[in-house]
């Protein structure tokens, strides 16, 4: 049975933002593939999909512990995603880790130097995370990645439809607050200079301020 008890305005506002936040690529053969991490388990599981569909031979996994991760796992989010995908059976050597970042710039920039440690500096990057965090990671990608305007990077998630996503979750209404806050940093972070700009469509921001109104706002900054 269906845990979803949001109202029938909430589920479209949050279909609004997940579809725009979802801003994925076709992938193409790549020289890496980097899992950023998170709670999710799926985000491993899709990094080891591509990598046995043959899209690259070298895999990073990215994390600490993050805002939403404290107490999921017993170890790091690299190690979580590393033991779930040597499970699965990709070869341990084909596997990278760096188990220092707690945030999504971090990620991404020391991501970039655990593969200059190993005299690897990719031109083509497959960047897999949770399917609403697309856009953020392209977006992170483009502005703390050194060089990144000479990287073909191509950001990815799981194929799963929102209703689907978030009956997964414990609490669906979280997981919505949590998206919220994500649009919410596509607005504020390029000030900071964490993130590119992104264009954000007057319905998504419509959407997006309907959704703080009615008490999705957990997860603002």
Known sequence: M???????PDLADAGILWNYMRMEHVPEKSDVIIGLGSHDLGVARHVVLLYTQGYAP????????????????????????RRE????????????????STNTGQNIVMSQ???????????????????YM?????????????????????CLAEDAAMETYLNQTARPDETIAVIVG?????IEYPKYGFQIEQDIPDNVMQ????????GYDTHLI
Do not use: C
């Open 2 to 8: 269906s845990k979803l008890q949001l109202s029938s």
């Open 58 to 81: 070298l895999i990073v996994f990215s994390g600490n512990v993050g805002r939403l991760t404290h107490g999921v796992f017993t170890e790091p989010e690299a190690d979580a995603y």
């Open 85 to 100: 995908a040597v499970r699965l059976g990709v070869p341990a050597e084909a596997i990278l880790t760096e188990v220092a």
């Open 113 to 131: 130097q655990v593969l200059a440690d190993y005299d690897i500096r990719p031109k083509r990057v497959l960047l897999v995370h949770k399917p």
């Open 134 to 154: 697309l856009r953020r990671d392209y977006a992170t990608f483009m502005k703390q990645w050194e060089g990144a305007e000479m990287v073909q990077v191509r």
């Open 182 to 186: 994500d649009v919410q940093r596509i």
């Open 207 to 214: 959407a997006y301020n309907r959704l703080v109104k009615r």
